[in-house]
């Protein structure tokens, strides 16, 4: 197992521009978290899975911007309509199950996006 | 709410030499989590070290330690004998309520040779 894994690595989408970015967890981890993180920002919450079910979304979350995690394996976020305000390094992160994130996460290497 | 603040944006250590970053928090929980993560440049964040707030001694991992004061809400990393590898953003993360974390904006450190 090579950790978690996020795909692409960059996107650029020109405004209006639908896109969809892919996280692989570590196998064994039944949560799956996304954040995004602007420049000189540290990274801020979205939204987290136990397992298939979403349990929370944030408020950051519009309604334009939606996940998936079908099987409890990989996750889709998808953000429909793109706006230049969407530019920014889209994290993914998993943990083990029975410790959640007491004992940290385990994050991927990002997908960033440029909206034009 | 939960707040996270790093209030120093940029600092620079001599290699070899000692460094400490601050991060205060702000939490009505009384059973939560803290953590430091490094990012270096276009790679992933990995966890530097944890703290849980029930534990008064202070966590260390080789290099790495913290001085942690619950009640002043004060979570300082100190880095010794620092090395070139260590140059990276530095960000203070609480957990509290829920599963989620929350982070400060970050430190950004550089290492001198």
């Known amino acids: 197992d090579t950790g978690v894994s996020q795909d692409p690595r960059h996107k650029i989408t020109k405004r209006g521009q639908n896109v969809t970015f892919r996280c692989d967890p570590i196998s064994e981890h039944n949560r799956l978290y996304w954040y995004r993180q602007t420049l000189g920002q540290g990274p801020e919450f979205l939204t987290y899975f136990q397992n298939e079910a979403q349990l929370e979304k944030s408020r950051l979350l519009s309604d334009r911007f939606s996940a998936e995690r079908p099987k409890g394996s990989f996750s889709t976020l998808e953000i429909q309509r793109t706006e230049q305000g969407d530019s920014a390094m889209y994290l993914c992160a998993s943990s083990s199950p029975g410790t959640g994130t007491n004992y940290g996460y385990t994050f991927g290497s990002g997908t960033r996006l440029t909206v034009v | 709410a939960q707040t996270v603040t790093q209030s120093q944006p940029e600092m620079s250590v001599q290699e070899a030499e000692t460094v400490t970053l601050s991060c205060t928090y702000d939490t009505s929980e009384s059973d939560y989590y803290l953590f430091w993560y490094k990012q270096p440049p276009s790679r992933q964040m990995i966890l530097v070290i944890r703290q849980e707030a029930y534990k008064q001694q202070n966590a260390t991992e080789n290099r790495f330690s913290v001085n942690f004061q619950k009640a002043a809400k004060s979570f300082s990393l100190k880095i010794s004998d620092s090395q070139l590898g260590d140059a990276a953003m530095y960000f203070c993360?609480?957990?509290?309520?829920?599963?989620?974390?929350?982070f400060g904006t970050g430190t950004r450190l550089a290492v001198r040779p």
């Open positions: 993360a609480l957990k509290s309520s829920g599963d989620k974390l929350t």
